[in-house]
């Protein structure tokens, strides 16, 4: 397989965020333009590793998926779907899971930050969620997985899955793939604390700026957004004890497809109050236009959902081979 084939996905856990965006949304559409072979799902089975409510999360999967196609990933030339709806998934994580060893999962990190101090009351599917990442990946023999810090090691388990699986089964059934780094790594943070990143689980509306958030919303959390009392430095490293400030400027920057550096030398020496007026004009600019995208897409629910099942059977014509050669080689009679 020479041409690159990506997997991703985003978690209808709530609406999406500028985090989402700008970390991994706006990067898929520049991988789609590039011409790799994209599927993007919007993946529901993991959501459920934390408690949903059934009526959230239908509404949220078909939000996510408005939301990409707002964002510009074209439906004709990427795959869209949700991971539900593509049996495969879970069927090969079970399947993976048999060869996972415990105290690899005992490592993961994500765990342990989400799980807290009550491991003991986690669920499994929390406890199992890299195993369903590795299956999400080696199901399509994707080679390139887009990824930020937090999934890089998620992203090496699934590489020792498929080495373990092809090793056990004297096979090359399984290609390892590998992490496809984007460039200036945009991790926005918090409008309310510099040090927390953006999370669509944050219980404050205020520390997100969502994709459904009009331009009043838009401004009033700029404004309102957390900063201190100096000036805009004239340098990146002038920025480096003021994470708020440094969080805006980088906003300000990814949103105008600069770097920090860059927009330094236009606004430095400026002051919070004439600097939010201009973020706040960036990003309504910037934004708007997948605003409305979004809510055409979502006042007509049946042609999201067209999409999103036609996607599917994309998906499974590529899944279902993949699950069919590893049921064979594990001993199963393949008679479904
Ligand atoms: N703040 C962020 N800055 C940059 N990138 C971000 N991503 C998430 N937050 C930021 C990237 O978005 C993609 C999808 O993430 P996800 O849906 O799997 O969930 P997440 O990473 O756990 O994001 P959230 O918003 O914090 O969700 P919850 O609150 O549900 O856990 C990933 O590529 C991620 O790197």
């Known amino acids: 397989m020479s041409q690159k084939r990506i997997l991703s996905g985003m978690q209808p856990t709530n609406n999406l965020h500028l985090g989402n965006y700008l970390g991994a949304l706006k990067n898929w559409v520049d991988l789609q333009k590039e011409g790799a072979e994209c599927l993007f799902c919007v993946v529901d089975l993991h959501a459920i590793t934390v408690p949903q409510n059934p009526d959230d999360l239908r509404r949220s999967t078909r939000e996510v998926a408005a939301a990409y196609i707002a964002a510009g990933i074209d ?4 795959i869209i779907f949700p991971q539900s709806a593509v049996p495969g998934h879970s069927q090969l994580m079970w399947l993976l899971a048999t060869m996972t060893q415990m105290g690899k999962l005992n490592r993961m990190t994500q765990f342990k930050d989400k799980a807290g101090k009550n491991a003991e009351k986690a669920g499994l599917g929390l406890y199992a969620y ?3 990442m590795a299956a999400d990946i080696l199901l399509y023999k994707a080679t390139h997985v887009p990824v930020g810090d937090d999934q890089k090691q998620h992203l090496e388990l699934a590489r020792e899955i498929a080495s373990t699986f092809n090793h056990r089964h004297k096979s090359e059934l399984f290609i390892q793939p590998e992490p496809y780094i984007m460039g200036e790594a945009a991790r926005v943070m918090s409008l309310q604390d510099g040090s927390k990143k953006m999370s669509k689980s944050d219980p404050s509306e205020k520390s997100r700026i969502s994709l459904i958030d009009n331009a009043d ?3 009033k959390k700029i404004r309102k957004a957390r900063t201190d009392t100096e000036a805009l430095p004239d340098t990146v490293e002038g920025l480096e004890s003021r994470p708020e400030a440094k969080n805006l ?9 600069k770097t920090s550096s860059e927009v330094l030398s236009d606004i430095a020496g400026k002051q919070f109050s004439e600097f939010k007026p201009m973020l706040v004009d960036v990003a309504v600019d910037h934004l708007s236009p997948i605003t409305t995208r979004m809510n055409e897409l979502l006042s007509d629910t049946s042609e999201i959902d067209r999409i999103l099942k036609a996607g599917a059977d994309k998906a499974n014509e590529i899944a279902t081979p993949t699950i069919n050669e590893t049921m064979e080689m594990m001993g199963f009679l393949g008679l479904s």
């Open 217 to 219: 919303t838009i401004a």
């Open 75 to 78: 439906p004709t030339r990427s």
């Open 130 to 132: 890299p195993v369903l």
């Open 249 to 257: 400027v980088s906003i300000y920057a990814a949103l105008q497809g």
